[in-house]
């Protein structure tokens, strides 16, 4: 029932073969995703930060001068930000769904169920994706 944060297939830096800059976890001067300190395990996560579906988790910038917030999409408790990414930005071009996530997030245990339901499969995010490029042309 945890969410893995990654970018999207269709996403512009995985899209246009940008170079990635710099990704900051640092969200506002009093909140960086990156002070996030979790203990405890299972249905008792402590000191994780809360987020909501809009809550940015990291700013991405290209070399182009580009910025790209990135939203948590789903509410629940932040359980990991992936650090590698700020030492090696390619990952999230070159693995994007296994070592260049972006983070963890742990729904509440009530809302996980609406939350996996609401979720596109495979078939319906690739049919989103062709609406989208034929009404963009």
Known sequence: RICVITL?????LLQSGKTIKNINYQISANCSRLQNKVSGKSKRVWGAQFLTELAP?????????????????????????????LSNPALLQEKPST???IAVVLPKFEESKSITQGLLTQKEYEEVLLKRRSSAS
Do not use: F, M, Q
Request: with cysteine.
């Open 57 to 85: 988790l990291c700013r991405i910038s290209s070399s182009d001068g580009e910025e790209y917030t990135i939203y948590s999409c789903i509410r629940g408790r932040l359980i990991e930000v992936n650090e590698n990414i």
């Open 99 to 101: 070592e260049g996530y």
């Open 8 to 12: 999207a297939e269709a996403h512009p």
